[in-house]
């Protein structure tokens, strides 16, 4: 039976789950420009992060196994690296429902979709992998080697190759103190990429103390194309005019403007810039906490219900 | 229109369906977890079936009319 000190534990955290979940709905202040949607950042971030560190559970397990030859060890890499699947599917799960409220569309495939769903792919291949050999000492080692290479891509998928596309509606700009979106730099004429909106800079015009710009945005596959006029004022350094992207809540800005080069940096305002409310980053931290935990209380069952299952089949075996 | 639909009433009840939801996923968890404990101690208290050697057979032929026998091993 399990020790009182662990039940009291699990139940500690079901509590603090459900103080999670009440502060998410109803502590925390709505983001500006988003309503009630931004709420599931509180639910989405957390699932991201734990599924990263599921992964490198999973990977040091697998390591140890092929040091160590334990099976105990690769049943512990198993169960993270399921765990690690699951609570990556619920990242892309709500993160999609975020897409659809902000983009109006629930996939389309924006370098952080691709690349978390590339993830999820690479890691079904290790599930595809074990289930397809019968051998179990085969399966493991093999398994605990796929597991290896599969944890070198996470760090490029989930940090790297999102930040390296310019062409990301992800909110890092939105959401993540110190990350900023560069935006693009366009002289007239030029056509670039913002988001995944091709924009093309029409012309330039100094009125007064502003600088207007007009702007072609056209939506993916050029559905459709609007005319924006975002504004720079000059006197105050600072965006003026900031229109909103055709069907979204995003905002084209001028961040930047050089007139003797006719050189603007236009970029995207993301509504709520910055979780900056003490409240919604104590929650933030409250979920991921919480989550880390309850990987671990998920993890820890499903390595005990494998190593089971394994002494099972090795007395079956006997017996027969 | 619906009361339930209303912004200040449905995120209270949004939250009565998360908690719902978690609340049920805590009590698979709490079960699976106390269950799969006492399926490994019950284990362990079980000894595990000793493996008996590989069974080796001998075969001896015998004729009565032939006296010794024969393909003894």
Same mark, same amino acid.
Request: hydrophobic fraction near 50%.
């Given at each position: 039976m399990a020790s009182t000190r662990t039940r009291v534990a699990h139940l500690l955290l079901g509590l603090w789950?459900?103080?999670?979940?009440?502060?998410?709905?109803?502590?925390?202040?709505?983001?500006?420009?988003?309503?009630?949607?931004?709420?599931?950042?509180?639910?989405?971030?957390?699932?991201?992060?734990?599924?990263?560190?599921?992964?490198?559970?999973?990977?040091?397990?697998?390591?140890?196994?092929?040091?160590?030859?334990?099976?105990?060890?690769?049943?512990r890499?198993?169960a993270?690296?399921?765990?690690?699947?699951?609570?990556?599917?619920?990242?892309?799960?709500?993160?999609?429902?975020?897409?659809?409220?902000?983009?109006?569309?629930?996939?389309?495939?924006?370098?952080?979709?691709?690349?978390?769903?590339?993830?999820?792919?690479?890691?079904?291949?290790?599930?595809?992998?074990?289930?397809?050999?019968?051998?179990?000492?085969?399966?493991?080692?093999?398994?605990?080697?796929?597991?290896?290479?599969?944890?070198?891509?996470?760090?490029?998928?989930?940090?790297?190759? @999102?930040?390296?596309?310019?062409?990301?509606?992800? @909110?890092?700009?939105?959401?993540?103190?110190?990350?900023?979106?560069?935006?693009?730099?366009?002289?007239?004429?030029?056509?670039?990429?913002?988001?995944?909106?091709?924009?093309?800079?029409?012309?330039?015009?100094?009125?007064?103390?502003?600088?207007?710009?007009?702007?072609?945005?056209?939506?993916?596959?050029?559905?459709?194309?609007?005319?924006?006029?975002?504004?720079?004022?000059?006197?105050?350094?600072?965006?003026?005019?900031?229109?909103?992207?055709?069907?979204?809540?995003?905002?084209?800005?001028?961040?930047?403007?050089?007139?003797?080069?006719?050189?603007?940096?236009?970029?995207?305002?993301?509504?709520?810039?910055?979780?900056?409310?003490?409240?919604?980053?104590?929650?933030?931290?409250?979920?991921?906490?919480?989550?880390?935990a309850l990987f671990i209380w998920m993890y820890q069952i499903r390595a005990r219900l494998l190593g089971v299952?394994?002494?099972?089949?090795?007395?079956?075996?006997?017996?027969? | 229109?619906?009361?339930?639909?209303?912004?200040?009433?449905?995120?209270?009840?949004?939250?009565?369906?998360?908690?719902?939801?978690?609340?049920?996923v805590f009590a698979y968890l709490w079960r699976l977890d106390a269950q799969s404990r006492e399926l490994q101690r019950r284990l362990e208290q079980?000894?595990?079936?000793?493996?008996?050697?590989?069974?080796?057979?001998?075969?001896?032929?015998?004729?009565?009319?032939?006296?010794?026998?024969?393909?003894?091993?």
């Amino acid at each position: 039976m399990a020790s009182t000190r662990t039940r009291v534990a699990h139940l500690l955290l079901g509590l603090w789950m459900s103080g999670v979940l009440a502060a998410m709905f109803v502590v925390i202040p709505q983001y500006e420009g988003l309503g009630n949607t931004g709420r599931i950042i509180i639910m989405h971030v957390p699932t991201a992060w734990v599924s990263v560190l599921a992964f490198g559970v999973s990977a040091t397990f697998s390591a140890l196994y092929l040091w160590r030859k334990k099976p105990e060890d690769d049943d512990r890499a198993l169960a993270a690296a399921e765990c690690g699947f699951l609570f990556t599917v619920l990242a892309t799960v709500t993160g999609a429902i975020f897409s659809q409220v902000v983009w109006g569309i629930y996939w389309n495939w924006d370098p952080r979709q691709t690349s978390i769903f590339v993830l999820l792919l690479i890691y079904a291949g290790l599930f595809a992998l074990r289930a397809a050999l019968d051998n179990p000492d085969q399966k493991r080692q093999l398994g605990a080697v796929f597991s290896l290479f599969a944890f070198v891509t996470v760090p490029f998928l989930i940090f790297i190759a @999102p930040r390296m596309a310019e062409s990301t509606l992800h @909110p890092n700009c939105a959401f993540l103190p110190g990350s900023k979106c560069d935006g693009i730099e366009l002289s007239e004429g030029r056509i670039g990429l913002l988001g995944d909106r091709k924009v093309q800079l029409l012309m330039l015009e100094q009125q007064g103390d502003q600088v207007i710009a007009q702007v072609i945005v056209s939506e993916p596959g050029l559905v459709s194309e609007a005319t924006l006029a975002p504004s720079f004022d000059l006197t105050q350094a600072a965006p003026a005019a900031m229109p909103e992207f055709p069907g979204l809540r995003y905002r084209i800005k001028m961040q930047d403007v050089d007139l003797t080069a006719g050189v603007v940096r236009l970029n995207i305002e993301a509504p709520g810039t910055e979780a900056s409310d003490l409240r919604t980053r104590l929650t933030l931290l409250a979920s991921t906490l919480g989550f880390t935990a309850l990987f671990i209380w998920m993890y820890q069952i499903r390595a005990r219900l494998l190593g089971v299952q394994w002494q099972l089949e090795q007395r079956q075996g006997a017996w027969q | 229109m619906n009361v339930a639909l209303e912004a200040g009433v449905a995120v209270y009840i949004a939250l009565i369906v998360a908690l719902a939801v978690w609340a049920g996923v805590f009590a698979y968890l709490w079960r699976l977890d106390a269950q799969s404990r006492e399926l490994q101690r019950r284990l362990e208290q079980q000894p595990a079936p000793e493996i008996s050697p590989p069974v080796s057979v001998s075969v001896r032929q015998q004729r009565p009319d032939l006296g010794e026998p024969r393909g003894a091993e």
